[in-house]
């Protein structure tokens, strides 16, 4: 299978949202395989697996709420690529 990444940007005015607590990265695998969160810092990772990654799961699932549709982000992102060349 292969590897999956999406890109969405937030809205122009974004209210607030658990991405603004921390990053994280969510990886989901097929079954039997679990979910495995990596919290990055400075001076190492901390790795999060099984049911403990639920609360990780559901912050992602608002994130992704308040992000623009995949489409719109690529605009977005052209958008402020071009304000930068100015």
């Known amino acids: ?6 890109l969405s ?7 607030a949202h658990p991405g ?3 990053g994280f ?3 989901t695998f097929a079954k039997p395989l679990s979910e495995v969160v990596v ?9 999060v697996e099984g ?3 639920a609360p ?3 912050a992602f699932q608002h994130i992704q709420g308040a992000a623009l549709p995949v489409e719109d982000s690529l605009v ?3 958008e402020m690529e071009e304000g930068l060349r100015k």
């Open 1 to 6: 299978m292969p590897s999956r990444s999406t």
């Open 9 to 15: 940007t937030a809205k122009k005015a974004p209210t």
């Open 20 to 22: 603004l607590l921390g």
């Open 25 to 27: 990265s969510l990886a």
């Open 39 to 47: 919290l990055e810092s400075l001076t190492g990772a901390a790795y």
């Open 51 to 53: 049911e403990n990654t």
């Open 56 to 58: 990780y799961a559901l």
């Open 76 to 78: 977005r992102i052209a």
